[in-house]
T-cell receptor
């Protein structure tokens, strides 16, 4: 079956530090890959996505590259801010009769201190 | 404003007392889904619906029911809640995809349910 594994948190960083959150996946077929972010007390928002191998998704200074050879989609940001404190979910999507069902990782909490 | 709404946002109830969590979207999306979020387990899909009167089980459907009588609404029903259903619940919706193009799922704000 399909699964997503991401590093456990919390990840604690100081402002302006470099961020990496690792994500690997197992899937049949050719999934699309996503990072969702959940700010405290809110629902999930799509942060970025990549739909095929070697694609790079980017948004708000975050980047992730779809690596088919290593089945990975690691999230990176060069300089984190306090406002980036949130829970980050890696997810994959396989098309199912025209609809994209999501399989999520367990989430990684990021805490950024001033 | 395009959005997914859920009610109530917070609910404390007792074992065995039937409850319904409502979900509504104003984006004319075909696909709707319910997830539960638990510490250390991430989000797991409970049920989903591809269109009106079409529903199917997700990964953890036991103890839940859903209905899709109208396109915009997708209520989650707990006929006899138990403490192990204490969780944070999210509703999501998305339009139908074409080919391999992924359409973003839009999430509601969540409903925190406590079953005593």
């Amino acid at each position: 079956g399909n699964s997503v594994t991401q590093m456990e948190g919390p990840v604690t960083l100081s402002e302006e530090a470099f961020l990496t959150i690792n994500c690997t996946y197992t899937a049949t077929g050719y999934p699309s890959l996503f990072w969702y972010v959940q700010y405290p007390g809110e629902g999930l928002q799509l942060l970025l996505k990549a739909t095929k191998a070697d694609d790079k998704g980017s948004n708000k200074g975050f980047e992730a590259t779809y690596r088919k050879e290593t089945t990975s989609f690691h999230l990176e940001k060069g300089s984190v801010q306090v406002s980036d404190s949130a829970v980050y979910f890696c997810a994959l999507s396989i098309s199912n009769s025209g609809y994209s069902t999501l399989t999520f990782g367990k989430g990684t909490m990021l805490l950024v201190s001033p | 404003e395009a959005q997914v709404t859920q009610n109530p946002r917070y609910l404390i109830t007792v074992t065995g007392k039937k409850l319904t969590v409502t979900c509504s979207q104003n984006m004319n999306h075909e696909y709707m889904s319910w997830y539960r979020q638990d510490p250390g387990l991430g989000l797991r899909q409970i049920y989903y619906s591809m269109n009106v009167e079409v529903t199917d089980k997700g990964d953890v459907p036991e103890g839940y029911k859903v209905s899709r009588k109208e396109k915009r609404n997708f209520p989650l029903i707990l006929e006899s809640p138990s403490p192990n259903q204490t969780s944070l619940y999210f509703c999501a919706s998305s339009p139908r995809s074409t080919g391999r193009t992924y359409n973003e799922q839009f999430f509601g704000p969540g409903t925190r349910l406590t079953v005593l």
